[in-house]
């Protein structure tokens, strides 16, 4: 069902409404690292004298360039970090058009969906943005401890809330919110596991900035079969 669902997301890339989608989100995210990544360079530039004098050593030019070339590299490596909550935070900004492109490709028949009212998305988006940011900041301390272990532990932890927070976002769509707290209970296992998939390529730059609006879509396909599954006759 979760491979299924992914093929089927990777099969409509091509579509118009998708796309626009797709590119939007990629664009958003880029904007949100690299504005991150501005305010690092002029806390350097700021910081930073652009002449150092060390003892024995003597002064030292460019040192604020230097730092600033290190600080992009940082921030290559911290994107894998903050795609986590950048991705939290789009099911509530694009989950509604992902699943309304997902469904008029490959769920045609269905009636339209329930729409979540604003305040209702916005009180979840940022709930849900809270428990991410501290989960792993909490994590972020114990990556430390666990050597070469962390890589899975960060899949893991991430797995299991992004995978909880959009799916519950999807089902919601069509369930109502206890509907989906309910759905969500009896397919925890199928859920995290389709969390990890997504939390696995959110770890590599640049792939991950496609990851948010990938993941809408394969968590819209997994709500409508698990749906489907529910009513089918025994």
Known sequence: MILSAFLKTL??????????VLLLGIGLSVLLLAAIYAVIFFLI????????????????????NILSGASFL????MSVFLMVPVASAFTGIFLDDVAEAVEARHYPDLPPATPIPLLDQ???SIGFLGVVLGVNLVALVLYF????????LFW??????????YFQMAAMRRLGRQGARDLRRR?????FLAGLLMAVPL????VNLVIPILGAAVFTHLVNRLIEARRAPA
């Open 11 to 20: 099969g409509q890339i091509g579509d118009r409404a998708f796309r626009r």
């Open 187 to 191: 397919h925890g296992a199928t859920i």
């Open 74 to 77: 940082l921030m290559i490596v």
């Open 203 to 206: 770890s590599l730059p640049l």
């Open 122 to 124: 916005i009180r979840d």
């Open 45 to 64: 530039g700021w910081l930073v004298p652009d002449t150092l004098t060390l003892p024995w050593i003597g002064e030292i030019h460019w040192v604020d």
């Open 156 to 165: 893991a932890v991430n797995g299991f809330l992004l995978g909880r927070e």
């Open 145 to 152: 401890f666990v050597g070469p272990v962390a890589p899975f």
